[in-house]
């Protein structure tokens, strides 16, 4: 993690290091409240590196588990 910032509503938004390419990615407040819901830890990939593995492991590997 880099640095935290309050937004207007008093949330916490994020701006955090990739673990991959390095890169600053920032996590909205309303994403936290989304990860909590669905019971995952934030990322720590930024969303360009999360996307490039996803492209990896093709359609099929994406939707096998549902």
């Given at each position: 993690m880099l640095s935290r910032d309050y937004?207007?509503?008093g949330m916490?938004?994020?701006l955090r290091?990739?673990?991959n390419c390095k890169a600053g990615f920032i996590i909205e407040?309303?994403?936290f409240l989304f990860y909590e819901k669905i019971k995952v830890p934030p990322?720590?990939?930024c969303p360009e590196?999360?996307?490039l593995v996803v492209g990896q492991?093709?359609?099929d590997a994406i939707w096998q588990g549902l």
């Open positions: 937004t207007s509503n916490n938004q994020e290091k990739c673990q407040p309303e994403d990322p720590t990939w590196c999360r996307l492991m093709g359609s």
